[in-house]
């Protein structure tokens, strides 16, 4: 099983470039969601799908936008890349309740010059 | 407001001593806690889950957690460490609602000396 995927493994971008990190997951999971990582501080939510066609905001949602088209797949959107976004990006998928464990991706791992 | 902290950003221990890492968490209703281990370049992946059935949980690689709901605290421990355990450790409390997110400590990075 693949379990939780995302798209890229690492990238360069320059300060205000656009793009899109991608993430599937295989479970048939209804809940999925973006943190980031840096050092020192854990990870933290930066947005939150409930179900298809639902997001709600996190801990840290400013300059991200996400997108969840189907029950697999949810993305994260970066408008105008700054350099605060220098971070590592996990997605993560659940199932329906809070005694489940989350299950997170390899991660994908942006660098903002 | 659920919150974690984790005592000690870096642990040391000597290859078959015992690891044990600090958790403590704060929760207004009963915690859902969970440690996960990253090891460098990878994703998280759980080791251990505590969800009330019994305070002391027994997980991957001879890890195991209790749960002390006098001392807020959920520690990691292992008897016996082995070089393959060098890796960062996460306690996260999970909230008890529909967005059921994690809240994470800031993580402890266990070094194994040989």
């Known amino acids: 099983n693949a379990g939780v995927t995302q798209t890229p493994k690492f990238q360069v971008l320059k300060t205000g470039q656009s793009m899109t990190l991608q993430c599937a997951q295989d479970m048939n999971h209804n809940s999925m969601y973006w943190y980031r990582q840096d050092p020192g501080m854990g990870l933290r939510l930066i947005y939150y799908s409930a179900s298809e066609g639902t997001t709600d905001k996190g801990e840290v949602p400013n300059g991200y936008n996400v997108s969840r088209l189907n029950k697999r797949e949810f993305s994260l959107r970066l408008e105008s890349a700054a350099p605060s976004q220098t971070s590592v990006y996990f997605c993560?998928?659940?199932?329906?309740?809070?005694?489940?464990?989350?299950?997170f991706g390899d991660g994908t791992r942006l660098s903002i010059l | 407001a659920q919150s974690v902290t984790q005592l000690g950003s870096h642990v040391s221990v000597s290859e078959g001593a015992l690891v044990l890492l600090r958790c403590n968490y704060s929760?207004?209703?009963?915690?859902?806690l969970f440690w996960y281990v990253q090891y460098p370049n990878q994703g998280l992946q759980l080791l251990l889950k505590y969800t009330s059935a019994a305070t002391l949980v027994k997980g991957i690689n001879g890890f195991e957690a209790e749960f002390k709901k006098s001392e807020t605290s959920f520690h990691l421990t292992k008897p016996s460490a082995h070089m393959s355990d060098a890796a960062e450790y996460f306690c996260a409390v999970s909230e008890d609602t529909g967005r059921r997110a994690l809240t994470f400590g800031s993580g402890t990075r266990l070094q194994v000396q040989p």
């Open positions: 993560a998928s659940t199932a329906e309740y809070s005694n489940q464990p989350q299950h």
């Open positions: 929760s207004s209703v009963p915690p859902y």
